[in-house]
């Protein structure tokens, strides 16, 4: 893998598959849904084929490297998995550029996440034990936020989308609340203590590693910020059930 790693220029190939992903969502498996939600579930697609193995490539990268530490230094694989993530943001962000524009908050989202990776993968090719491990944080409720997504779309004009999206919205809001609320802060505070304390400045640039703790900071402070607002839609959703069956 590390031979792999080193001779084939993966981004580019990477970027190929998400794109042909795409393409095949787009007119194959969502061509009879309406447009504008088959734009949305195209999307939905290639993430859901970044996340989940993102995750498993993530943990593999972290768990065979001895090195563990937040200055540490990036190995060949960890830069696999670096870009096999910049390939799919790339991709996503072309689709919201074209299709959304309009869409300010998720466009800099994505390039302030592809920020991060570029600058770890590119520029200080070190830190990726860090990265890592807030991708697998970000990812491992992909497959579940995505499923509740697409049925969010449909639930509309179809009833078993509707049936899904109720029977998976507390389950997905609790596991997303508990990563993204617990989890993730707690990491980032540990992560802020290691990078103030000024040990990573010999390999990491203040200017590279404060502007990493302002993205992924701004990033989970907009996360707990969503989930919450998904919380009170489904308490007022649950509240105006009750109320109806009361009547």
């Not at 989940?52 to 230094?73: E, K």
């Not at 390939?87 to 959304?100: E, K, P, W």
């Not at 703790?213 to 919450?228: G, H, K, P, Q």
Request: proline share 4%; aromatic share 18%.
């Amino acid at each position: 893998m590390e031979i792999l790693a080193l001779s084939v220029p993966t981004l580019p190939v990477f970027f190929s598959m998400f794109l042909l992903i795409y393409l095949l969502a787009y007119f194959g498996v969502f061509r009879n849904w309406k447009p504008k939600i088959r734009l949305e579930a195209s999307s939905c697609l290639i993430s859901i084929s970044h996340g989940t193995p993102a995750v498993f490539l993530a943990t593999y990268a972290i768990v065979t490297h001895s090195q563990r530490g937040f200055a540490s230094a990036n190995t060949s694989f960890q830069n696999l998995v670096l870009e096999f993530s910049i390939a799919y943001f790339l991709m996503d962000v072309i689709h919201y550029l074209i299709f959304f524009p309009s869409d300010f908050t998720f466009i800099a989202h994505h390039l302030a996440t592809l920020f991060v990776f570029v600058t770890c993968r590119y520029l200080v090719f070190h830190g990726a034990f860090a990265i890592l491990t807030l991708l697998i944080l970000a990812e491992v409720t992909s497959a579940c936020q995505n499923t509740w997504t697409l049925a969010s779309a449909r639930r509309s004009d179809l009833a078993t989308a509707n049936k899904l999206y109720e029977i998976l919205s507390p389950p997905f809001y609790t596991f997303y609340s508990v990563v993204r609320g617990l989890a993730g802060p707690f990491f980032v505070y540990e992560m802020g203590v290691f990078y103030f304390s000024g040990a990573a400045d010999s390999v990491i640039p203040r200017w590279v590693w404060v502007s990493w703790m302002i993205v992924i900071s701004t990033a989970i402070s907009m996360s707990i910020l969503w989930i919450s607002n998904l919380w009170m839609e489904l308490y007022r959703e649950r509240t105006g059930q009750v109320k109806e069956k009361m009547r």
